[in-house]
């Protein structure tokens, strides 16, 4: 019952906490987004009309060959990567390591440490 008030508090304190308040951001007459007071901001709040948007086309950032190949390489490399990872799945003993206490030594010195017990006892 602690834990279900605990958790009930908290979630009620995190979904009552006022939002982060940032910097407003301001528009140029291209329509990109651009930090308040620089040099050819529009005010807070102002939107390009219908016909400025329509007449500015988006344009994607071009690659030249060299970027195209050193894209290609960086993703093959990647996915050389992976390829290479050995296979683990977790269901074979070999696929874990010897955590403390698993190694056989100190299996064999506990089973001789019961047996000494075990014979004190009689």
Request: glycine share 6%.
């Amino acid at each position: 019952m602690r834990h279900w008030t605990i958790a009930a508090a908290t979630a009620a304190l995190l979904l009552t906490a006022p939002a982060a308040l940032a910097a407003p951001t301001c528009d140029n007459r291209q329509g990109e987004t651009v930090k308040c007071g620089t040099p050819g901001a529009m005010p807070v709040g102002w939107a390009p009309s219908p016909a400025d948007v329509l007449d500015h086309r988006a344009t994607p950032p071009e690659l030249n060959p060299a970027e195209v190949a050193a894209l290609i390489y960086i993703l093959g490399a990647f996915v050389a990567l992976i390829a290479l990872m050995p296979e683990f799945d977790g269901w074979r003993d070999g696929d874990w390591d010897e955590q403390e206490g698993d190694s056989k030594a100190s299996t064999s010195a506990s089973a001789a440490s019961s047996r000494s017990t075990r014979e004190a006892r009689r």
